[in-house]
């Protein structure tokens, strides 16, 4: 618990992030904003706006509809007719043996002129200086690869007690820092929903073609780089773009469900070491504490595991009140997900929105 402490102040007093710019730009690359869209009508045009409102002064705006079967398609095409900067690409035919994500990613690329290539969810907004910032770290940095943990918006309970599980794990666990000194693809961390690359990386990497049925394919493209030797860095989204990742109880199960597994590398050994570690650090010491024996360590086990929660909640801007009462409760909750996801990527296949998706397993 110690460790796991020290490594969540680390990170909130030098982590690098988004919100922050460590240097003044020299020069202006074309960065082309790539963004896959399906079935996204009540999200894209809030999208779409936050980056046409950047700050940064050369940039292309590209946009696919995904086969999406409501408006997607018109908002977007309404864009490009109103603003050149915006590129609107009718998706194709998803082929086999790609993921949904990755084709429309790998299809946008295929379409983009920049030099550095910034790939973002349809569901995100942004503020004016995401696109400088981001070039700004590439430029101090030298890196080949950049990406941001989103600030999540959760309404709902379910959302409320999971979705900060994300920042939990990332920021108590991993000082962001590592993923820029050291190569070891074991300290990769990546989020595809504000994820960056130069032009030459991305190609040396192979794309998302060279994970093309991978799920969890933000963290994999960052092993694949730290492999290359490529310069990379995580750092932190808050207050420089916003993510509601899911709207219901059953998105984020069936989201949770999708990426669990594949986080632990899609290893059987590193998903229950998780499991045992995330339970015993995190939920044992709520009932160890009716053991008269173990109440003190049981009792500071639990102080520490609420300061960890409070500090995140306030930095990262969860609610303080799940965070914190219901902080063993989400922790048991998301190892059921977990779990699940485990069976599922057993099975070989996953369901998400209105595709079946087909695992290669390991």
Not at 46 to 60: A, G, H, K, V
Not at 234 to 248: K, P
Not at 291 to 302: D, K, R, T, V, Y
């Amino acid at each position: 618990m110690i460790i796991i402490l020290v490594v969540t102040l680390i990170n909130l007093i030098f982590g690098p992030r988004l919100q922050h710019k460590p240097f003044d730009i020299t020069n202006y690359p074309l960065v082309s904003i790539l963004i896959p869209a399906r079935n996204e009508e009540h999200n894209i045009a809030r999208c779409i706006t936050s980056m046409l409102n950047q700050d940064y002064p050369n940039f292309e705006i590209i946009v696919l509809n995904d086969n999406s079967t409501d408006r997607t398609g018109e908002i977007i095409e309404s864009y490009s007719r109103e603003d050149n900067k915006v590129k609107y690409i009718h998706g194709k035919k998803l082929p086999g043996g790609w993921t949904g994500k990755n084709w429309a990613c790998h299809q946008l690329s295929q379409n983009a002129s920049g030099d550095i290539l910034i790939f973002t969810d349809s569901d995100n907004t942004h503020e004016e200086f995401a696109i400088t910032n981001t070039i700004s770290y590439f430029q101090k940095y030298n890196l080949g690869m950049f990406s941001a943990f989103p600030q999540q918006k959760t309404v709902s309970l379910g959302e409320k007690l999971i979705v900060p599980i994300i920042d939990l794990f990332v920021y108590s666990t991993l000082p962001l820092w590592a993923t820029y000194f050291f190569n070891n693809p074991s300290l990769a961390a990546a989020n595809g929903q504000w994820i960056t690359f130069t032009r030459d990386a991305y190609d040396l990497i192979g794309g998302h073609l060279a994970i093309k049925n991978i799920l969890v394919e933000d963290t994999t493209l960052n092993r694949l780089a730290k492999t290359l030797k490529i310069k990379t860095l995580t750092a932190i989204g808050t207050n420089a773009v916003y993510c509601r990742m899911y709207a219901n109880w059953n998105e984020v199960w069936g989201g949770f469900s999708r990426h669990y597994y594949g986080l632990a590398g899609n290893n059987d050994i590193a998903y229950f070491m998780i499991t045992l570690v995330s339970l015993s650090i995190f939920v044992s010491p709520y009932i160890t504490i009716f053991n008269e024996h173990l109440f003190i360590p049981s009792l500071i086990a639990i102080s520490l595991n609420s300061l960890i929660r409070l500090i995140g909640a306030i930095r990262y801007k969860h609610s303080i009140l799940t965070s914190v009462i219901f902080h063993p409760l989400s922790i048991l909750i998301t190892n059921i997900i977990g779990f699940n996801s485990f069976l599922k990527f057993k099975s070989g296949l996953i369901q998400w929105k209105d595709r079946l998706i087909s695992i290669k397993k390991a």
